[in-house]
């Protein structure tokens, strides 16, 4: 049963959060908001609890207590944009996780894919009460299957979602992405998937489907949180890796729909032209094909995507104590004042400032209790400095 936590995940994904690791911040606040309805009124009931929780802190002495800090500060930003944008709201809210819904999200997939000349009408999409073997045992919530999976475990080409882990918004970009896959399993079903195949699936998916669907602030605010943010494992990279691969061979091609061309003919295909844009010292010639509208949104979707690559730092993630500080400190602000302003304990303060310091955010005065001048302010104002939840100090 859906619950305050459901909405509050899909309204952070579609409306940025400045935590870095979309795990921490869920862990943080799934045990408080799972008590709560999936509604507007159960966001506000959950930040009214939480906060009177935190009101009685005097001080706050530990990174725990920093964190329920930025944690319900994230919830407060959760519920200010549930009640500013309605209508991305209402669409969040009417989601059911049922299997027509689900066929309901496809069969737009479908047709915003049609636009693209990709035909994914006939990829089922499945809701079960367990995915097929092997990979129920393995702990996964959805499952992409093509026909080397019907060769080998008997699973039928498709989609399939465990009906108790659909949430809304993350169901639209996983169908958008994963039907891709199916797509081109079809055309090339002896052929593996490759990097470029998932930085082809993430464009289209995320800077295509979603940015139509749900505009391109929250397409932008998807990738920035689900790939340029989740980078604490190395399978993450793979994404990554592979959107750069995709916009590399396009550009070489000379627009997304010529890499999009290519994937009609299959993997191979596919693959051949990312190899011949590197050796490639010019731009090729374009297969036929009659551009849309959607391909006009897909090549800003794309510019986007380029230039989050190219500008949005991923390394500027310091713990909840520093970031709080990194907000307050003026240049002139001694420790002291600083322990005021932010009700950290004086420790924590000299711990937070210790970590910026390191880490080339602030400097300090020759006798080291006086910042002399704050260099993540410019980061917090574009929006590039983040918190996650590692301990105080921690440099990585």
Known sequence: MQNAFDLFQSIVLMQGT???????????????????????AGLQSARESLRRDLDQLKVISTDDESRAVL??????RANVAAERDREALEKLTSFTPTQSKLTQIRDDVADFYLTLQID??????????????????????????????????????GIYFDESAISPFLADYFIAHEIIHVWLGFRSPDESCTLLEEGLA??????????????????ENLYKIFRLNSNAATRFESYVDGIRQALFTAESLGAVGQLIENARLGRPQLNAAFDRSLTSTHTESKIDGNPTQEHT???????VARSLLSSFPRSLVVSAPAFIVAELAHDGMTFRELAHASKL????????????????????????????????????????????????GSLG
């Not at 870095?20 to 862990?27: D, G, M, T, V, Y």
């Not at 210790?354 to 006086?370: C, F, I, K, S, W």
């Not at 002399?372 to 410019?378: D, K, M, P, V, Y």
């Open 297 to 303: 949104g897909l090549e800003t979707g794309a510019k």
């Open 345 to 392: 304990e004086s420790d924590l303060v000299s711990s937070a400032v210790a970590e910026l310091d390191a880490r080339a955010l602030v400097t300090l005065r020759r006798d080291g209790q006086v910042v002399s001048r704050n260099l993540a302010r410019e980061h917090l104002e574009r929006g590039h400095l983040r918190f996650d939840f590692r301990p105080v």
């Open 18 to 40: 400045q935590c870095a690791r979309r795990i921490h911040l869920e862990n943080q606040l799934r045990k408080d908001l799972k008590g709560h309805p999936f509604s507007v």
């Open 71 to 76: 944690a319900l500060r994230e919830l407060e």
């Open 120 to 157: 994914v009408t006939e990829v089922p999409v499945r809701v079960v009460e367990r995915l097929p073997e092997p990979y129920a045992s393995k702990g996964f919530s959805a499952l992409t299957a093509d026909m080397g999976d019907k060769r080998k475990h008997g699973i039928e080409p």
């Open 202 to 219: 993430e464009l289209l998916s995320i800077f295509g489907y979603v940015a139509r669907t749900f505009g391109l602030a929250a397409a």
